[in-house]
């Protein structure tokens, strides 16, 4: 097990190298001077010339990158062009609620796939499986932000029973906070539970076939057993590795949601940065988003053999 | 045929009628602004209603699957065409190309694709190009993934081996025998990354960085409705139902591809 564990942690750090060397050459992407691009065609040469040292632009581009990576590595991302403060702190204040967001949304869906998925393939092609994997279908098909809107719009709008434009932080109001997110969550566990749901089925149906089943049952457990005992676990492997995939790319922000329903979470302090060309504040949130997501899967990879004893084996 | 790949055909065979009718004739001029009838309710006249500008949402809409199919069907042919070259690639010669181009491909993946798209947005500028080019770097190494392990399975098969003593370079071995061989999944996948390329286009021209108004595309038509929610409903729902209709129908024609081209997929 501790073998497979420092395996898994070696393996993760030539892609976590990688993806900085991406995310530090991103700002050497923007064509032309990028303090002038930054600062505008307005701004003075003292103050771009200031950038440009704070940038490192001035000095040869491998020293620049291991000077970017120290500072990255204990936490200084630069500051934000716009309102001066640390990237740091901006990404922190932002990923509180999206973690909040997508962490529940993303065990609820969890929850739902598995209960129909078992289901589904447990019936298979009954009328009740067949209702499952339409209704999976469908959601694949529905735009989180279109399904956002159409919530917004139902029980906002129309019936005003929820709060649907701007938010209330955690520290000032937990009943009022929880309120304004209702509506994002629900949205979010929807539209995960549909590719979920497929994948439970899928393997869930692999499984129901094996002869291990076929002899929990000649042993006479009740069906609740052997789906949940027996079924489940190794079923569930696969959909776990999905869940890892899922949860890391989210946590990095669900921009259209946090869009549809004005929070204030990492995904839409990114495509604020974006529209205003913040770029130290989008080279930031990229590096966060991917470490978060390399860490993610590393967590659930190390989950794994919990589910299925045999992959430490390999 | 099976109901839902008839279903899927019917789906996108709208589209396209959608797209080809709309290049010869549509209801309105998408862009013709109509101060009489502004946020008009949908009717016989104006069958999706009209939007704050007293522009026909049907044409809109007809002109907003245009711009998403070229933009989709340009990002998909790039990944495509960049990734089958380097699956190809890492997969026939191994070694350290190999290695390198896996490597690069997992450092990739580790961003989300919208996040990717974003910040390459940010470099590039808002503009149909740039947006076909950031989605097509983010969906790259997903294809390079699938081209490699499919071409991993050919590369020991007796023909490929027969190509070799025949003398052809791996040039020509690449080229004649193996990739047409890898043809089925590389559809396959072509297929579902349309579909998520739709999606995406929607998503960036809904968070307000991708194609640029007055152009309409569906995605940004969704994101103005939202400041006239309350008096005008329909905006909020036409562009949408495009977008999921398309979707479902493309998604239901690739699970029937799949199960056709790889019976034993077939769930």
Not at chain 1, 81 to 95: K, Y
Not at chain 1, 187 to 194: A, H
Not at chain 1, 303 to 311: G, K, L, Q
């Amino acid at each position: 097990m501790l073998a497979y564990i420092a395996k898994r942690l070696l393996l993760t750090l030539p892609t976590l190298l990688l993806v900085s060397v991406g995310v530090f050459l991103f700002i050497r992407l923007i064509p032309g001077d990028p303090a002038l691009v930054m600062l505008g065609d307005g701004a003075d040469a003292a103050s771009l010339a200031g950038l440009r040292a704070d940038l490192g632009l001035d000095r040869p581009l491998p020293v620049q990158y291991v000077t970017w990576l120290g500072h990255a590595v204990r936490g200084d991302l630069g500051r934000s062009i716009f309102s001066g403060e640390p990237v740091g702190t901006l990404i922190l204040q932002h990923f509180g609620l999206t973690a909040v967001v997508v962490l529940t949304a993303v065990t609820f869906a969890t929850l739902v796939a598995i209960a129909a998925g078992l289901i589904a393939a447990w019936r298979q092609n009954s009328k009740v499986d067949l209702a499952i994997v339409g209704a999976a279908t469908v959601v694949l098909a529905v735009p989180s932000f279109w399904l956002g809107l159409l919530l917004l719009l139902l029980f906002g709008v129309k019936l005003g029973w929820l709060p649907f434009v701007g938010y209330v932080p955690f520290s000032e109001s937990a009943a009022q906070a929880a309120l304004f997110l209702v509506m994002p969550i629900v949205t979010l566990t929807i539209t995960e539970s549909g590719v979920l749901t497929r994948m439970m089925r899928a393997s869930s149906l692999d499984v129901l076939h094996l002869d291990y089943v076929t002899h929990a049952r000649a042993k006479g457990l009740p069906e609740s057993t052997v789906l949940i005992r027996h079924v489940f676990p190794n079923a569930f492997a696969p959909t776990l590795t999905l869940v890892g995939l899922t949860l890391g790319h989210l946590l990095g922000g669900v921009a259209v949601i946090e869009t549809v329903f004005t929070l204030p979470g990492l995904g839409r302090l990114m495509v604020d940065s974006v529209l205003a060309r913040d770029y130290p504040v989008v080279q930031g949130c990229l590096l966060f988003t991917a470490v978060v997501y390399v860490l993610v899967n590393l967590l659930v990879d190390l989950c794994y053999p919990i589910f299925d004893p045999r992959v430490t084996a390999r | 045929m099976s109901t839902q790949a008839k279903l899927g055909s019917a789906l996108v065979g709208v589209l396209l009628l959608a797209v080809l009718l709309g290049l010869a004739w549509m209801p309105f001029d998408p862009n013709a602004i109509d101060l009489d009838h502004l946020l008009a309710a949908p009717s016989a006249h104006h069958w999706f209603g009209t939007d704050e500008f007293g522009r026909d949402v049907l044409s809109r809409a007809m002109l907003g699957a245009r711009i998403s199919v070229l933009i989709a069907l340009g990002a998909v042919a790039l990944a495509i065409a960049a990734g089958t070259t380097l699956g190809l690639l890492a997969g026939y010669l191994r070694g350290w190309t190999d290695r390198v181009l896996m490597m690069v491909t997992d450092a990739v993946l580790a961003f989300p694709s919208i996040l990717l798209a974003l910040a390459l947005i940010a470099v590039l500028g808002s503009s149909d190009s740039s947006i076909v080019f950031a989605l097509a770097t983010g969906y790259t190494p997903s294809v390079v993934r699938v081209v490699r392990s499919a071409v991993l399975s050919i590369r020991e098969r007796e023909f490929i081996e027969a190509s070799r003593v025949a003398g052809d370079n791996a040039f020509q071995t690449m080229t004649w025998h193996v990739l047409p061989n890898i043809v089925p999944p590389v559809v396959v996948l072509a297929t579902s990354l349309f579909g998520w390329a739709l999606l995406s286009e929607s998503a960036l021209s809904f968070l307000g960085v991708g194609v640029p108004p007055p152009a309409p595309t569906w995605g940004n038509m969704l994101s103005a409705s939202r400041t006239y929610m309350d008096v005008a409903s329909w905006l909020s729902i036409a562009p949408g139902l495009c977008i999921a209709g398309t979707l479902l129908g493309i998604n239901l024609l690739g699970d029937a591809l799949r199960d056709w081209l790889d019976p034993r997929g077939r769930t």
